[in-house]
């Protein structure tokens, strides 16, 4: 019953017509979706390899959920704890409320260090504060290093995925792309293309003023940032530049160092079927005396940006558990299907479903939560055990019970349970009726299926008849 | 200067005190504090060497340093090495104690290889602990190849006891950055094909010391 409203009655607004337009049109395109099961089928070749290396995985899953609860409960002591650990290190710490408040911090940074260039690791949360659309209009040029990242700053779109921000283009897409935009010849390989981006990002490091990175994990303990990555542009962008700031939502705690030695393989075999990523580094301030390079000056934003509203929703507050692994968006049907650029937000797929409404905006945003057929497989995968699906139905009632859903569906609905209760009244209508009734009141179930057939004799004849025969 | 964010950091912790004034109940009750995530099967030099190798990395093992100095030798004559940076003091001994010479003033920007320590090695990822105390923060990562020397008791299991001997190492502070560095730098963004050496080293190798 729950899908009866699955495909657009309740969605009101702009933002979700455009969301639907653009689901409907990329559902249907077929090259789109050959290049998603291409790369998602490599994905889940190498993930079952990657978790071979637990001893007992669901053991250590719960222990992971039980890690973040205990960090997240006890958030305000973990971040006061890591602010006095890390700044005891010489690093300063921001809060930012806001992305504004985000941006205008870095922007006083840039501007006290007279910053031309910066070079930037991959982070989803620089994407959420948009932050390089605001350095342009600054005038500073900045880079994306992860390889990824490149290829869609080249072709000036935002991130297909949470970990593999190209996934949705084809090795000769890419090709083309660097042939227009940095004037190489059509038709390289993978090997070929990732050369030119080594040669031509090396020098962006040491010329750089600025390195900004994200955080797979802050550290209360030790007072650190933990950044997982593959290439090397991470260590290259928090190693040459004089400044380093790195940019971090509230929730990415951990309470120890040594929780690291789970989490890491954790995020690894999720993420992308690895044991470990090529490099994890653990930065716990700037360059200190006695060492012989690294930046003179380090600063950490903690960025709230509705976190905290999700902290107060007490059913919702595990979603701040997610380690952004993106095997939920793997995962998920509906993902497959429409793509990440459909969804229109930061963090597609399940877990963006869950959170985006929560972050922003319930009333815009939650046609998101209806965009999901509830197979539940985005619970069975996450390594945090987010109960996801039921996350999305959590959201579901609470726009319904703020009176979100529109006027036409609450009737439809009221009349449902009038008559469904009301044994003569269905006994009344025989099938010719119901299908009129129900295919007309509830149009958007029958927009993308068939028309409902409900049976010419009702359930009650149908018992009479089999009883009958049977006494 | 610094209202704003004065008055920021107070919000967002009066927001987080509210909200956490209504708990939620720890997830699973019967999971134990830390099950065995992993299990030590075998010799920590084999797992390494076979750990090591999947990566792409290129693991030799020296019976003493004097088998080094040789198997180096070889290395940089076969592959034509003459610009080998070096940061360190203990291998620039090393290195004078096994009579190979270091041509001076290498930049790293342009040298055939860096040549390292580690803090350890980890057995069960086949990764090299590295530290910005030890080695800095570029060096094993800007240049082409990267070539780490290590010994046998530098050999641990897996990454806590990594970061146990980092601390214990360093009681009044741990080094600015560490870093888990498990072959070389590679990517698979580009339709998942796996290329190597994107802007880390492109081959990383290890020789393992028997002793010390």
């Known amino acids: 019953m729950t899908n009866f409203t699955a495909t657009g009655k309740i969605m009101s607004g702009k933002t979700a017509s455009t969301f639907i337009a653009k689901s409907t049109i990329k559902a249907s395109n077929l090259d789109h979706r050959r290049k998603i099961n291409f790369n998602i089928g490599k994905y889940n070749a190498v993930v079952p390899q990657g978790k071979t290396q637990f001893n007992d995985l669901m053991a250590v899953r719960e222990h992971a959920k039980n890690t973040k609860w205990n960090a997240v409960e006890h958030l305000d002591v973990m971040l006061e704890t890591f602010e006095k650990n890390i700044s005891a290190r010489g690093a300063k710490v921001i809060w930012a409320e806001t992305a504004e408040d985000a941006l205008k911090e870095i922007g006083k940074i840039c501007k006290e260090k007279n910053c031309k260039t910066i070079v930037k690791s991959k982070s989803m949360v620089t994407e959420e504060i948009h932050l390089n659309k605001f350095l342009e209009k600054q005038g500073i040029e900045s880079i994306e290093t992860d390889l990824g990242e490149y290829i869609q700053q080249l072709d000036n779109e935002p991130p297909y995925h949470i970990v593999t921000p190209a996934m949705h283009k084809s090795k000769e897409d890419i090709a083309k792309l660097f042939a227009e935009k940095l004037n190489v010849p ?7 293309l990732t050369l030119i981006a080594r040669e031509k990002l090396r020098k962006k490091y040491t010329e750089a003023e600025i390195g900004i990175t994200g955080a797979n994990f802050i550290i209360a303990d030790t007072g650190s940032i933990s950044v997982t990555e593959n290439e090397g542009n991470g260590r290259l962008s928090s190693g040459f530049p004089k400044t380093h700031i790195v940019i971090t939502g509230i929730e990415k705690v951990l309470p120890s160092i040594n929780d690291l030695a789970l989490f890491l393989p954790l995020l690894a075999t999720f993420g992308t079927g690895q044991k470990l990523t090529v490099y994890n580094t653990i930065i716990s301030g700037p360059r200190q005396k006695n060492e012989i390079d690294g930046p003179e000056e380090m600063y950490v934003i903690l960025l709230d940006n509705g976190r905290t509203n999700l902290l107060a929703n007490d059913k919702a507050r595990e979603a701040l558990y997610c380690i952004r692994c993106g095997a939920c968006l793997n995962a998920c049907p509906v993902y497959k299907n429409i793509g990440g650029h459909s969804y229109g937000t930061t963090y597609s797929g399940p877990i963006g479903s869950v959170i985006t409404p929560q972050l922003r905006n319930l009333k815009e945003w939650k046609h998101l939560s209806y965009a999901s057929s509830l197979c539940g497989n985005c619970t069975e995968v996450c390594p945090v055990r987010i109960n996801l699906h039921e996350l999305l139905l959590e959201n579901r009632h609470e726009s319904v019970v703020e009176g979100d859903s529109p006027v036409s569906e609450r009737v439809a609905w009221k009349m449902w349970k009038v008559a469904s209760l009301n044994r003569s009244m269905m006994n009344m209508a025989n099938g010719n009726l119901k299908n009129k009734v129900v295919n007309t009141m509830f149009k958007a179930w029958t927009k993308h299926r068939a028309d409902l057939d409900f049976s010419q004799k009702t359930f009650n004849q149908m018992w009479k008849e089999e009883r009958g025969k049977n006494s | 200067m610094y209202v704003k964010t004065l008055s920021s950091r107070e919000n967002i912790l009066k927001k987080i005190k509210q909200a956490l004034a209504k708990p939620v109940p720890l997830p699973f009750e019967e999971t134990s504090e830390s099950p065995a995530f992993f299990i030590n099967e075998g010799e920590l030099e084999l797992q390494f060497a076979e750990n090591f190798a999947a990566l792409q990395g290129r693991f030799s093992f020296c019976s003493d340093e004097a088998e080094l100095a040789q198997q180096l030798q070889t290395l940089f004559g076969t592959r034509q090495w003459k610009k080998l940076f070096v940061n360190e003091q203990n291998i620039r001994e090393l290195f ?13 920007a342009d040298c055939d290889a860096s040549i390292t320590s580690c803090e350890c090695l980890i057995a069960r990822t086949g990764s090299m602990l590295l530290s910005s105390a030890q080695t800095g923060r570029t060096s094993s990562v800007y240049a082409p190849v990267h070539i780490c020397i290590a010994y046998t008791s530098q050999l641990v299991f897996d990454l806590k006891d990594g970061f146990e001997l980092i601390k214990r190492k360093y009681p009044s502070g741990i080094p ?15 339709e998942k094909t796996l290329v190597t050496g994107v802007h880390g080293p492109k081959e990383v190798f290890c020789f393992l010391v028997e002793g010390r």
């Open chain 2, 176 to 190: 600015s950055l560490i870093t888990f560095a498990s072959g070389p730098s590679r990517t698979a963004d580009i």
């Open chain 2, 96 to 108: 004078a104690r096994q009579q190979i010479e270091l041509p001076p003033g290498i930049n790293l």
């Open chain 1, 186 to 192: 059509d038709g390289l390989s993978p090997q070929q």
